[in-house]
């Protein structure tokens, strides 16, 4: 009988790089800091695997001891060794994602879901002949842009993030190239000389990260990832769409809010934002002149050997390169004069001199437009004179860039408080109108001043008149808003984000302080940014249609809307509205209000674009981005979407090339889909929108009695969390809460998610769906199950929905929380708070295997199955260890080797987590 053929073990390979990685971690740790630590750190792992396995107490006890027991500097070791080790998985995991995705490509399979070619054969099955021209029509319409921003959990160093490039750089090398004996002894050197250099490379900063540190993160992943792997997406598109060498309009972005979110954040001035634009702009025309000194040495072509335009020949006269060596080049003399016409540029918008000086003097582009259409003239004639494949490779790639990127590189949104805006207008007002008593007004009596303001020229604003500083800040940052305008184009600043709107007077009051700086010009009926409100609370979402709908009937506001191009975008807030009301809840208003705008936007003829402020974890409205937008309501994405990407979901989806090409495809592809696919799919069920009120009213009133109305939950979570640590230990550079003080109510939504998950206890994802489940199903005994089966089978919100409280569940741990529920002082308080929230994440086990007939949590997700499988033993012990260092903390403030020791922890615990804030 024949042998039967065994199935290849997928995850081997992956393995093997943990391994290899954790044991190259292994051998630095036992060279740099000796053979005890070593084995005292393999102690600590291995039993932190028997508690996690059997829950086993004495392995509790022996965990505790070893730990008790620890001196200050081997605790500072352990941590660090953890720490890395959950870097290294990362890294070993994102190179089994490449891995598998190039097996699937290599393998002639069908194409997986998420990936533009599965996208457009759906849309091929579903539109038959027409799919050509929907899917040309939506990428000529289509606006897709995710947003960077600054995180005030945000763990990275860039440094420690340049030694994971290079050590992810030599696997995919091991992966991609059979190597010699020779080349693998170099490669196996090189990754023991990578690890080294991660080990002995500080992983904290010593100082609170400024705002202009926080720019230059954000710009490491456009130099790793946005800058070259845009336009090999758009270059995929377009050869996909068979355009014959036509080319689509910029549809996908990346935006900014770093340097520009001023909400609650003092050290975003005119200053920095203008500091900001200038890095940008340097990143994106260094990154043009070093394209173009390549292509300069690649484009050899001779006169005698090719023909050229007398276009192109023209561009090389005008040219300062007159070596005689190069007399018969055309190509390159002409690309020589773009560097120095580009060069001229960067000393005129920036000063000082370019990073390689060009062959002689020029004159400055006026902008973007103007080297662009240099580069045509090569590209005409190359196409032209029988080399068209020498203008699809670099050239290509860098003409794309400019188009998407400009000289501005991204737009920076502008973001404040809505109260801040109100201060700023009543101190101006009553300056002008000292009769007027602004904020004594209700909101008629204000929308009506307003709209007087809007319909005159004149300034608000006097020179003469010194006002209070958080007035003379506001105004001059839209003052540098508009010098920004006149220097980069209107493409560097677009969006102005109104927080915590909650009526039509909010936008209007915006509108005004855009007239003060010419950036709104009433005359001209011109405005030059979007007005973008932003609604982030429960009750915000619920009325949000209603505002909409009293904003679109002011002419005043929809001349200014005509002005640009009859859109309007409308930022939805996941993280406060679930601080606000709870996961289940904020997402069904979210999910209401979106349908409820559509309405009004169709109503008055008004195209709308969403903005999802969206947090890496589930409790912030995180998840896999493809499900979330498929999961949105008809008519909700109609071809436009900007979402928020934060914290250590940033380094996980853009730090490394690939895997960021990887998921901008994601975004584009579930944007067609949910645009061309999903649009006129059936509204779901009424009887599915019933339940689905039913089970938020009750989580609702659930969730606010355990936050907001239960005795002492407050000094629960202060000392069960590390909150209060996160609040004095230099993590991004905007405090905590938004006021002095403990109320949870304002505390920023991103440290409260970040504080639950590193104590595992993932509150905010889960609270009360189970218990809110059950009561439902107990007045339904017999069709209450089916119905939410059935709900799970074909309503992809409700899928969506438990998708990602699966994904929650299985990320907490109640052992390790019961670790942190030891540090609250009270044990009465600590039982009765930990013993609800024991009992509700059981509550939602149940029902959750209960709906979707899994035996256990993740069976529908096997790679997030695997991943937890494989890293959190090494997760583990960082927990148990913070949990020490927090109670040494607390005993004693003064100890600065203990405060490290916890923020390496914090690091070491969010690396692992991935999706934690």
Request: net charge negative.
């Amino acid at each position: 009988m024949a042998d039967t053929p065994t199935t290849p073990d997928k995850d081997a390979p992956l393995r093997e790089d943990i391994r290899l990685l954790g044991r190259l971690l292994g051998d630095t740790v036992r060279d740099q800091q000796g053979e005890a630590s070593f084995a005292l750190i393999e102690r600590i792992r291995q039993t932190s695997v028997r508690f996690r396995r059997d829950d086993d107490l004495d392995a509790r006890r022996e965990l505790e001891d070893i730990l008790d027991a620890l001196a200050r500097e081997q605790t500072i070791q352990v941590v660090r060794a953890f720490s890395y080790f959950s870097h290294l998985a990362n890294i070993a995991e994102d190179q089994h994602h490449i891995r598998r995705s190039r097996a699937h490509l290599l393998a002639g399979s069908a194409p997986r879901e998420g990936s533009l070619a599965h996208a457009f054969d759906k849309a091929a099955n579903a539109l038959g002949g027409d799919a050509s021209g929907a899917l040309a029509g939506f990428f000529e319409e289509a606006f897709v842009s995710p947003v960077l921003t600054a995180h005030p959990t945000e763990v990275q160093r860039k440094s420690i993030l340049n030694c994971q490039t290079v050590i992810a750089r030599l696997l995919d090398e091991r992966d991609r190239i059979r190597l010699t004996p020779d080349e693998q002894e170099a490669n196996d050197a090189a990754l023991r000389r990578a690890v080294l250099t991660l080990w002995q490379t500080r992983m904290l900063r010593p100082a609170r990260l400024s705002v202009i540190d926080e720019v230059n993160n954000g710009l490491s992943y456009f130099e790793t990832t946005f800058l070259r792997e845009l336009p090999r997406l758009y270059a995929t598109v377009e050869d996909r769409l068979g355009l014959g060498g036509a080319e689509l309009p910029a549809f996908l972005q990346v935006g900014s809010w770093i340097g520009g979110d001023r909400d609650v954040n003092p050290f975003v001035t005119a200053d920095v934002l203008e500091r900001a634009l200038s890095l940008q702009a340097a990143a994106a025309i260094g990154f043009y002149l070093d394209e173009l000194h390549a292509l300069g040495s690649q484009l050899s072509l001779a006169v005698g050997l090719v023909n050229a335009s007398d276009a192109l020949l023209a561009l090389a006269e005008r040219s300062a390169d007159h070596s005689p060596h190069r007399s018969d080049e055309p190509y390159r003399r002409a690309i020589a004069g773009m560097y120095a016409r580009l060069a001229a540029t960067w000393k005129a918008l920036l000063g000082g001199e370019p990073p390689r000086h060009p062959v002689g003097a020029a004159e400055a582009y006026r902008g973007p437009a103007e080297l662009a259409e240099d580069l045509d003239t090569v590209h005409r004639s190359l196409v032209a004179n029988g080399s068209a494949v020498l203008a699809r490779g670099r050239l290509r790639h860098l003409r794309r860039a400019l188009k998407v990127f400009g000289f501005h590189l991204a737009p920076i949104d502008l973001r404040q408080n809505s109260d801040v805006h109100e201060r700023v207008v009543a101190e101006l007002l009553a300056t002008a109108r000292p009769h007027i008593d602004y904020r004594a007004l209700d909101e008629a009596a204000r929308t009506e001043l307003l709209l007087e303001e809007l319909a005159t020229a004149r300034p608000l604003a006097s020179p003469h008149v010194r006002y209070s500083e958080e007035s003379e800040s506001e105004l001059a940052i839209f003052h540098a808003a508009r010098r920004a305008h006149l220097r980069f184009g209107p493409g560097v600043i677009q969006n102005c984000i109104i927080s915590k709107t909650d009526d039509v007077s909010d936008l209007l009051e915006l509108a005004l302080l855009l007239k003060e700086a010419g950036l709104l010009r009433p005359h001209e009926q011109a405005l030059d940014v979007n007005i973008v409100p932003l609604f982030e609370t429960i009750e915000d979402l619920r009325n949000a249609p209603q505002v909409m709908e009293r904003l679109f009937s002011l002419p005043i506001y929809r001349s200014l809307l005509a002005a640009r191009g009859e859109l309007q975008e409308v930022m939805l807030g996941y993280s406060d509205s679930n601080k606000d009301g709870g996961f289940l809840t904020s997402g069904w208003e979210l999910y209401k209000a979106e349908i409820g705008l559509a309405e009004v936007f169709a109503r008055h003829g008004v195209r709308l674009r969403l903005f999802h402020g969206r947090g890496g974890s589930v409790g912030r409205g995180g998840g896999p981005s493809y499900q979330a937008i498929l999961a949105q309501p008809g008519g909700a994405v109609q071809g436009q979407i900007r979402l928020t990407e934060q914290g250590e979901v940033i380094a996980a989806k853009y730090g490394n090339p690939e895997v960021g090409r990887r998921n901008l495809e994601v975004l584009v592809a579930a944007t067609l889909e949910a645009s061309l696919l999903a649009s006129d799919a059936p509204a779901p069920d009424s009887a599915f929108l019933d339940t689905m009120q039913a089970l938020s009213d009750s989580a609702f009133a659930a969730y606010r009695g355990l936050v907001y109305e239960t005795a002492g939950f407050e000094d629960y979570f202060w000392q069960s969390t590390v909150i209060s640590e996160i609040a004095e230990l230099n993590i991004g550079s905007r405090p905590a809460s938004r006021k002095k003080g403990t109320r949870i109510k304002d505390l920023r939504a991103i440290p409260w998610v970040f504080s639950w998950s590193q104590c595992r206890l993932m509150l905010p994802g889960l609270y009360c769906f189970g218990s809110a489940v059950k009561a439902w199903l107990a007045a339904r005994p017999d069709d209450g199950l089916a119905q939410l089966q059935r709900m799970y089978r074909e309503w992809s919100f409700f899928s969506t929905v438990l998708s990602n409280m699966d994904m929650v569940l299985a990320k907490t741990d109640l052992a390790i929380a019961s670790r942190y529920a030891e540090l609250v002082r009270d044990a009465t308080l600590r039982e009765t708070i930990f013993g609800r929230i024991r009992a509700e994440w059981q509550d939602t086990v149940d029902v959750l295997l209960a709906i979707t007939g899994q035996q256990e949590l993740l069976d529908g997700n096997p790679l997030l199955k695997r991943s937890i499988r494989n890293r959190f033993p090494y997760l583990d012990p960082l927990n148990h260890v913070q949990v020490e260092l927090l109670r040494r903390h607390r005993e004693s403030h003064d100890d600065e080797r203990i405060r490290l020791g916890i923020h390496i922890s914090i690091n070491g615990i969010a690396a692992g987590l991935r999706n934690s804030g």
